[in-house]
């Protein structure tokens, strides 16, 4: 249990624990991972018989991970201490976990959730929208991602990396779990009204932030593929409407040199978003935050260095001639007034290959210093 001055209700928490793991017959513990209480909550965990460490570092994730490392169980139940989470029923935890699960989730709107537990806009909004996320992103088959009542085998710290220090801690264990490919199962459980007189330690808005920001952070895909080949394409069927002539979508109403000019930019733009994710990924997982999948390797296998480099000089070349050309027009023009939406096909096909192929081949040569680098990682 993670805790920062709850003297008003961790006694109940842990004689609930208790009365379970007696009933029970589990070989178990009490673990109180406080977080710099300057109550009397050290010692009625500590007079109730329950372990108490201390964790210096602030933070929810920096209290779970440090009480979930000094662990001693095969299992860990962590569930907060406010006497919001029912600790005498956690039998369906330890059978799932028994059964083989590697986390196992409560759900709050499975179980049931007593009046006033929980904000309406966390219950209608906040939650089901993460949760929502959560299985469109990462293929997570939580309904209720932001439980604070789970269990999971004691390891799970080290086997996924988590770091987190914040209450998104919550998520990076499931998203993690999903992307890894670990056992989950859910399970109901309930969920009441806190005991404490004070406000709880979540903020709303700035840790629901805190949780979207970790979601995108995990998903190149989303936050960086799917925008830019949307940008990427929308650019490239401007460009391929407007490049000859003006394109009348409707009477009176025609596309002409400005819809061309943005379709370069949004070309560019959506481009540098792909490249963004494939630096995204090669990173993420060379470091271990990300596992790789298929998209990754056939990424490797189509954009090599060499191959990479040879397109990008060509499309510069190309867009160096539409440059050549255009000057040429101006000299039959004596250098003098050129009609604008004849000479912008020129000019935006133009700059928007040498801007294209420039990026495509420096974008080429930084993939090629992070091969290096994993190469680097596996002989050494």
């Given at each position: 249990?993670p805790?920062?001055?709850?003297?008003?209700?961790?006694?109940?928490?842990?004689?609930?624990?208790?009365?379970?793991?007696?009933?029970?017959?589990?070989?178990?513990?009490?673990?109180?991972?406080?977080?710099g209480?300057?109550?009397?909550?050290?010692?009625?965990?500590?007079?109730?018989?329950?372990?108490?460490?201390?964790?210096?570092?602030?933070?929810?994730?920096?209290?779970?991970?440090?009480?979930?490392?000094?662990?001693?169980?095969?299992?860990?139940?962590?569930?907060?201490?406010?006497?919001?989470?029912?600790?005498?029923?956690?039998?369906?935890?330890?059978?799932?976990?028994?059964?083989?699960?590697?986390?196992?989730?409560?759900?709050?709107?499975?179980?049931?959730?007593?009046?006033?537990?929980?904000?309406?806009?966390?219950?209608?909004?906040?939650?089901?929208?993460?949760?929502?996320?959560?299985?469109?992103?990462?293929?997570?088959?939580?309904?209720?991602?932001?439980?604070?009542?789970?269990?999971?085998?004691?390891?799970i710290?080290?086997?996924?990396?988590?770091?987190?220090?914040?209450?998104?801690?919550?998520?990076?264990m499931?998203?993690?779990?999903?992307?890894?490919?670990?056992?989950?199962?859910?399970?109901?459980?309930?969920?009441?009204?806190?005991g404490?007189?004070?406000?709880p330690?979540?903020?709303?808005?700035?840790?629901?932030?805190?949780?979207?920001?970790?979601?995108?952070?995990?998903?190149?895909?989303?936050?960086?593929?799917?925008?830019?080949?949307?940008?990427?394409?929308?650019?490239?069927?401007?460009?391929?409407?407007?490049?000859?002539?003006?394109?009348?979508?409707?009477?009176?109403?025609?596309?002409?040199?400005?819809?061309?000019?943005?379709?370069?930019?949004?070309?560019?733009?959506?481009?540098?978003?792909i490249?963004?994710?494939?630096?995204?990924?090669?990173?993420?997982?060379?470091?271990?935050?990300?596992?790789?999948?298929?998209?990754?390797?056939?990424?490797?296998?189509?954009?090599?260095?060499?191959?990479?480099?040879?397109?990008?000089?060509?499309?510069?070349?190309?867009?160096?001639?539409?440059?050549?050309?255009?000057?040429?027009?101006?000299?039959?023009?004596?250098?003098?007034?050129?009609?604008?939406?004849?000479?912008?096909?020129?000019?935006?096909?133009?700059?928007?290959?040498?801007?294209?192929?420039?990026?495509?081949?420096?974008?080429?040569?930084?993939?090629?210093?992070?091969?290096?680098?994993r190469?680097?990682?596996?002989?050494?």
């Amino acid at each position: 249990m993670p805790c920062l001055n709850e003297a008003e209700t961790i006694a109940a928490c842990i004689k609930k624990a208790n009365e379970w793991i007696f009933e029970n017959n589990v070989d178990a513990e009490v673990l109180i991972s406080d977080n710099g209480s300057t109550d009397d909550s050290q010692k009625i965990a500590a007079a109730l018989g329950a372990r108490v460490i201390n964790t210096a570092c602030k933070g929810y994730g920096a209290a779970l991970i440090s009480g979930i490392l000094n662990a001693k169980g095969k299992y860990v139940i962590m569930g907060d201490s406010d006497d919001s989470y029912d600790f005498s029923s956690l039998t369906p935890f330890l059978e799932k976990l028994r059964q083989g699960c590697d986390l196992v989730m409560g759900n709050r709107f499975m179980g049931g959730i007593e009046k006033g537990a929980m904000p309406p806009v966390h219950r209608y909004f906040g939650t089901p929208l993460l949760s929502f996320i959560g299985r469109l992103f990462f293929q997570s088959p939580i309904g209720d991602i932001q439980c604070g009542l789970r269990g999971f085998k004691q390891d799970i710290v080290t086997r996924l990396h988590l770091q987190t220090l914040g209450m998104e801690f919550a998520s990076e264990m499931i998203v993690k779990a999903s992307l890894f490919h670990l056992k989950i199962a859910e399970v109901p459980t309930t969920l009441s009204v806190d005991g404490r007189s004070r406000k709880p330690h979540l903020k709303t808005w700035p840790d629901g932030w805190r949780n979207l920001r970790f979601y995108l952070m995990h998903s190149p895909k989303w936050l960086f593929y799917i925008p830019g080949c949307f940008l990427f394409f929308t650019g490239l069927i401007l460009m391929l409407l407007t490049i000859l002539t003006p394109f009348e979508i409707a009477r009176g109403i025609h596309l002409d040199a400005n819809t061309l000019l943005f379709g370069g930019v949004f070309i560019i733009t959506g481009f540098s978003c792909i490249t963004l994710g494939m630096f995204t990924r090669t990173y993420a997982t060379e470091e271990g935050f990300l596992p790789k999948n298929k998209l990754d390797n056939r990424i490797e296998k189509l954009f090599t260095l060499e191959g990479g480099i040879l397109v990008g000089v060509l499309i510069f070349l190309s867009g160096v001639v539409c440059s050549i050309y255009a000057f040429y027009i101006w000299q039959q023009a004596q250098f003098g007034n050129l009609e604008y939406a004849r000479i912008l096909r020129i000019v935006v096909p133009g700059a928007t290959l040498i801007l294209l192929g420039t990026q495509l081949l420096f974008s080429s040569f930084f993939l090629g210093i992070l091969k290096i680098r994993r190469r680097t990682h596996v002989v050494g």
